[in-house]
Nanobody
Framework: QVQLVESGGGLVQAGGSLRLSCAASGSIFSINAMGWYRQAPGKQRELVAAITSGGSTNYADSVKGRFTISRDNAKNTVYLQMNSLKPEDTAVYYC?????????????WGQGTQVTVSS
């Protein structure tokens, strides 16, 4: 089992910045990749950014150049630095961990943190 605890959401004006944190605990060894997803009202959950255990990153086109995903292995924590925020970035942001065990894979999710960008 992997537990994910998110923090850092809030209300910010357009053009501002926020940093989200996701601390992982439990079966850390099983994690292959971690990422951030978001879900706006009435929309499907979408991938925002992901980082593999090898350090490779992947971003949604809508956030490239504005958001940066990083990790601190010593703290088992992944961060999402969000700059130049836009009202369309408003959503609940979820931390995700993709884990592999001997004969099955599991996705773990955090509880979500609200990000609201005012115009």
């Amino acid at each position: 089992q992997v537990q994910l605890v998110e923090s850092g959401g809030g209300l910010v004006q357009a053009g501002g910045s926020l940093r989200l944190s996701c601390a992982a605990s439990g079966s850390i060894f099983s994690i292959n990749a971690m990422g951030w997803y978001r879900q706006a009202p009435g929309k499907q959950r979408e991938l925002v950014a992901a980082i593999t255990s090898g350090g490779s990153t992947n971003y949604a086109d809508s956030v490239k150049g504005r958001f940066t995903i990083s990790r601190d292995n010593a703290k088992n924590t992944v961060y999402l630095q969000m700059n130049s925020l836009k009202p369309e970035d408003t959503a609940v942001y979820y931390c995700n961990a993709e884990s592999s065990y001997s004969d099955y894979d599991v996705d773990y999710w955090g509880q979500g943190t609200q990000v609201t960008v005012s115009s």
